[in-house]
């Protein structure tokens, strides 16, 4: 199974920073990683597909890449509400369907 | 406006048995594949099954495989997840969640959730 490992576990900055969430795949698993961000007591909602594009109605501030088998989110000017977990998953070879461990992004 | 609502959900003691339903509206459930994942509290998400759009492509985890039964019922729009021989190891919140398209893992609208307690 293909393992993705996040990092940082947890990251914490302040309202507009910008935050660097990173996705590292055990294998090459090429472009199909994707995001999801959690609010507490809530559902996962799909920010990034495919590593770079964005999920209907996510802001541009939301932004993914990928360089080999490392994949980034990037969020530039954090709001409040973007305070949550981030979970990385990837599609390339499936089934299973992996995520990441998720970072936490809280507030300094 | 797509609309994914769990339930079934509730406590249940070690070895029992539980069915979890996802009722759908807003989009056209029948050309859809469908995904049950889960999350124990406290805990990351856990992928656990899938349904294509017709029911004949089913998948499953394989902390799951054999206990669990992903189904679909086309004509009230409704997705299934009958588990059993429970332990503790699944209790979990179990969202339902539709793919983007027939097969493509991507998870653009989810439930809810409806959680499952496995517990004497």
């Known amino acids: 199974d293909i393992v993705l490992t996040q990092s940082p576990a947890t990251l914490s900055l302040s309202p507009g920073d910008t935050a660097t969430l990173s996705c590292r795949a055990s294998?090459?698993?090429?472009?199909?990683v994707n995001w999801y961000h959690q609010k507490p007591g809530q559902a996962p909602r799909l920010l990034i597909y495919?590593?770079?594009k964005r999920a209907t109605g996510i802001p541009a501030r939301f932004s993914g890449s990928r360089s080999g088998t490392d994949f980034t989110l990037t969020i530039s000017s954090l709001e409040p509400e973007d305070f949550a977990m981030y979970y990385c998953q990837q599609r390339t070879s499936w089934p299973p369907i992996t995520f990441g461990q998720g970072t936490r992004l809280e507030i300094k | 406006q797509v609309h994914l609502v769990e339930s079934g959900g509730g406590v249940v003691q070690p070895g029992g048995s539980l069915r979890l339903s996802c009722a759908t509206s807003?989009?056209?459930?029948?050309?859809?594949?469908m995904h049950w994942v889960r999350q124990a509290p406290g805990k990351g998400l856990e992928w656990v099954a899938f349904i294509n759009y017709d029911g004949r492509k089913i998948y499953y985890a394989d902390s799951v495989k054999g206990r669990v039964t992903i189904s679909r019922d086309d004509s009230k729009n409704t997705l299934f997840l009958v588990m059993n021989s429970l332990t503790t190891d699944d209790s979990a919140t179990y969202y339902c969640?539709?793919?983007?398209?027939?097969?493509?893992?991507?998870?653009?609208?989810w439930g809810q959730g409806t959680l499952v307690t496995v517990s004497s």
């Open positions: 969640a539709r793919d983007s398209n027939i097969e493509t893992a991507i998870f653009d609208s």
């Open positions: 294998q090459t698993i090429n472009h199909f």
């Open positions: 807003g989009f056209y459930f029948p050309t859809q594949g």
């Open positions: 495919d590593a770079s």
